[in-house]
């Protein structure tokens, strides 16, 4: 679980770090699309707002991965299609009705932070059931152990 802390970490202080650059000089970031006008205007509304959800969309993209990795990529699956259609999309229409075209944005990091907390409540439910019960690593090595063995025969 410690690769887990670090890498949480380690992106979230590389999305935050996006998130600021993101709000400092979101019009310089605009002029790279060569946008004026309207377009500039709106553009940098939406790039501040989006940016707000990069730390916790972070955490949940690490966590996808540690799923992932133990082999329950369906949480992984069953996160992405949460965030980017069961939630993005209803909440974007329904906010754009309150808020207008600010509303769309406003969708994203309300989306990361459903995400985010389906994520956290699948890794608990993982950690319960096969994480927690590795002590000190005895169990991975007699798994190692047992996989060797195998291939030996």
Not at 50 to 57: D, E, G, K, T, Y
Request: proline fraction near 3%.
């Amino acid at each position: 679980m410690s690769c887990l802390k670090y890498g949480i970490i380690i992106a979230v202080c590389i999305m935050t770090a996006g998130t600021t650059i993101f709000n400092l000089f979101p019009d310089v970031l605009m002029s790279l699309f060569k946008a004026e006008g309207d377009l500039l205007t709106v553009g940098i509304k939406c790039l501040k707002t989006i940016s707000l959800s990069f730390p916790f969309a972070a955490i949940a993209i690490i966590i996808g991965t540690l799923f992932q990795a133990t082999g329950h990529g369906i949480y992984s699956m069953i996160i992405s299609i949460m965030r980017q259609l069961v939630v993005i999309v209803p909440l974007a229409f329904i906010l754009s009705k309150v808020y207008g075209l600010m509303g769309i944005w406003y969708a994203y990091p309300a989306a990361e932070i459903v995400s985010l907390t389906l994520s956290l409540i699948l890794l608990r439910k993982l950690y319960k059931s096969e994480i927690e019960h590795l002590e000190d690593g005895k169990k991975a090595k007699t798994l190692v152990e047992q996989y060797n063995a195998a291939e030996a025969k």
